[in-house]
């Protein structure tokens, strides 16, 4: 329970050591994590070769029995042999978008940001996420007027409920646009920049909200905070992974495997790619569990150990007990909520197991592929924000909120508990989903509103023993 609230610390079976022993920050630095990971890599004798670059990856030969091994050479001259590989490698160049003159500018992870070198300028600042907006807010007191520009709609995480969203704790700079201390969001595309034989710029802006007026407005410095990619450089052609989404991350199927190479599996903040912007797998809090569930993927495809599971008795009383009891205590439901679910399959010879912490995507594939074995039915428990959630400012009263004695939960915006029902033919169509209210306190233990109507739900599908007849 006490990892919901932990975002930095990674798992072990020892628990330990934890980065909220280091330290009580919220918002702790940089350093701190480094010192923690070193801890880390310590106390669990990890085996790691430090000081090694990675300068290829190749994977020569194959044969009748598929590819052949790959072949990983380091700076050093050592090379590395593996019939499998997974990559963790982030997200380590620079995204630099198509825009003419790009290439005249300053990039956010060069650029000197000391507020006195920008005293009386005109500033913009062409990317809209956090580093863009972090940078924004610390040239508000020295520089003239700054700029922050983007196409599409800004995106708040207190309102959509994703972290990688700007945080509240960087978006001061709002205040001076609203407020009107000559700050702007500019929303629309950058066309082109040109930059003057004095240094300054020129940039021709193509603005979303006016009929797609272009306005050429002139800046003393333009940076770059656009975000950053993934480095598919050391790969070889025979074994160079397919990139999605602008070519900033690798493909990847539901396992996190490369969908043309494979072998190749992916984790850390890379996997992000599955759940783009809707969950947490680009952050600590959320590729912990994935990397855990990744383990369980290659334990069970190449050793023939099966995802750890609970037996459960065959009865909607069992299963509500289970579930109820997992909604109220998974970090990982919690944290990487609608990606990661727990499943509660039936077999076709009556039995019932409980899996915690199944990639949902992954489990309807395994389920078709026989992978979980003979399964006649399944469930996924799972943790979601209601439809529409990040159309509505939670601090409207006028928008409503459905009542925490309801025993539907249907319309319930905020985290809630949702289980849905799939037949095991026809895996990933769901025959039957239930919604279990939402709750200021994350708390689902009412009998009267959380576990009658689960039960109710179940018991078509899971019948409870009748009572013995009194004598």
Not at 1 to 28: C, Q
Not at 307 to 312: H, M, T
Request: proline residues 6%; contains cysteine; hydrophobic residues 35%.
């Amino acid at each position: 329970m006490n990892m919901r609230t932990d975002w930095n610390s990674l798992l072990s079976d020892e628990h330990t050591p934890l980065f909220t022993e280091r330290t009580p920050r919220y918002f702790p630095a940089a350093e701190e994590m480094v010192g923690y990971l070193a801890d880390f890599a310590t106390t669990h004798r990890l085996r790691i070769r430090y000081g090694t670059r990675v300068t290829g990856i190749s994977r020569p030969g194959g044969g009748p029995d598929g590819p052949g091994d790959f072949l990983v050479r380091a700076e050093d001259g050592t090379a590395y042999r593996a019939r499998r590989l997974i990559v963790a490698t982030g997200v380590t160049r620079p995204y630099i978008p198509g825009i003419e003159g790009v290439e005249t500018v300053e990039r956010y992870d060069e650029v000197d940001v000391d507020p006195a070198a920008f005293t009386g300028q005109r500033v913009l600042i062409i990317g809209r996420g956090n580093s863009a907006f972090e940078t924004a807010d610390n040239l508000i007191e020295t520089a003239s007027v700054i700029h922050v520009a983007g196409p599409g709609s800004l995106k708040l995480a207190w309102q959509t409920h994703f972290v990688g969203h700007l945080r509240a704790v960087n978006n001061n700079f709002l205040d001076t646009y609203q407020l009107k201390l000559q700050n702007a969001v500019l929303d629309g595309h950058i066309l082109r920049i040109r930059q003057q034989p004095d240094g300054s710029y020129v940039v021709s802006v193509s603005f979303s909200r006016v009929n797609e007026v272009v306005k050429d407005i002139p800046y003393d410095r333009v940076i770059l905070a656009t975000g950053f990619r993934f480095d598919p450089s050391i790969f070889a052609p025979e074994c160079r992974p397919e990139l999605a989404i602008n070519d900033r991350f690798p493909a990847q199927t539901d396992a996190w495997e490369s969908p043309n190479v494979p072998g190749l599996y992916f984790a850390g903040t890379i996997t992000q790619v599955r759940d783009f912007k809707k969950s947490t797998s680009g952050f600590i809090h959320g590729f912990r569990y994935g990397v855990r569930a990744l383990h369980r993927i290659l334990e069970a495809r190449h050793h023939g150990r099966p995802w750890p599971a609970r037996a459960l008795p065959a009865t909607a009383g069992a299963v509500t007990d289970a579930v109820i009891a997992r909604v109220n205590r998974s970090s990982a439901l919690f944290q990487v909520f609608s990606f990661l679910g727990d499943a509660v399959l039936a077999d076709r010879d009556g039995t019932v197991r409980y899996c915690e912490e199944v990639p949902v995507d992954h489990l309807h594939t395994a389920v078709a592929n026989g992978e979980f074995g003979d399964v006649g039915q399944y469930f996924t428990v799972t943790l979601e924000y209601g439809e529409g959630h990040d159309k509505v400012n939670p601090f409207d009263i006028t928008a409503g909120r459905i009542s925490q004695q309801d025993t539907t939960g249907l319309d319930g915006r905020y985290l809630h508990p949702v289980v849905r029902a799939f037949d095991g033919a026809a895996p990933g169509k769901a025959t039957a989903e239930h919604h279990i209210t939402e709750n200021l306190e994350n708390e689902w233990d009412s009998e009267e509103v959380h576990r009658t109507p689960l039960r109710n739900f179940l018991s078509a599908r899971f019948p409870d023993p009748a009572p013995a007849a009194r004598p």
